[in-house]
């Protein structure tokens, strides 16, 4: 606990939380992000570019690749 004194000369005190992350959910977490955004790219390609989709398809497909590396390394780093 540490005591801080704020812009009202009144002293706060702030409680520091530990976030328990260590590699292997921080690989796994990355993993998620990695497919949400190939899944996007997808989505974007077919409903808003439907002549780009093979192009947006390929990129999406190639992220979820991409994720599906990072799970399968996600315990041996």
């Given at each position: 606990?540490?005591?801080i004194l704020n812009n009202y000369s009144i002293f706060?005190?702030?409680t520091f939380i530990k976030m328990s992350l260590n590699k292997n959910k921080i690989v796994g977490y990355t993993a998620l992000?990695?497919?949400i955004l190939?899944?996007?790219l997808i989505l974007?390609?077919?409903l808003k570019y439907p002549e780009y989709a093979i192009g947006?398809?390929?990129t999406g497909v190639g992220f979820y690749a991409i994720a599906w590396?990072?799970?399968a390394l996600r315990g041996r780093i």
């Open positions: 606990m540490a005591w706060v005190s702030v992000v990695i497919a190939g899944s996007a974007i390609g077919v947006f398809s390929i590396a990072f799970n």
